[in-house]
Nanobody, 114 residues
Framework: QVQVVESGGGWVQPGGSLRLSCVAS????????MGWYRQAPGKQRELVAA???????TYTDFVKGRFTISRDNAKNTVSLQMNSLKPEETAVYSC????????WGQGTQVTVSS
């Protein structure tokens, strides 16, 4: 069994920053990739950023240059530094860990508003 837990969400004004963190634990041999997804009200879940164990990163175009994903393989953690946040990025942000299957956390709410 693999558990994935996110932290770091909250409220921020437009243009502000937040840092999300995620840790995977349990029966883990190795994690191929970890990523962050978000789902806004009434919309489908979308990939925000992902990183492989080798450090290869992927970002959705909308966040390039503003968000940075990083990972600590030894600790099975992944972080997402989000800068210059916009109101339309209000969503539940969820962490996904790919290790023999895909495992999801419960998500953390990010609200961007004035």
């Amino acid at each position: 069994q693999v558990q994935v837990v996110e932290s770091g969400g909250g409220w921020v004004q437009p243009g502000g920053s937040l840092r999300l963190s995620c840790v995977a634990s349990g029966s883990i041999c190795s994690i191929f990739a970890m990523g962050w997804y978000r789902q806004a009200p009434g919309k489908q879940r979308e990939l925000v950023a992902a990183i492989t164990s080798g450090g290869t990163t992927t970002y959705t175009d909308f966040v390039k240059g503003r968000f940075t994903i990083s990972r600590d393989n030894a600790k099975n953690t992944v972080s997402l530094q989000m800068n210059s946040l916009k109101p339309e990025e209000t969503a539940v942000y969820s962490c996904n860990a790919v290790t023999g299957g895909g495992y999801w956390g419960q998500g953390t709410q990010v609200t961007v508003s004035s």
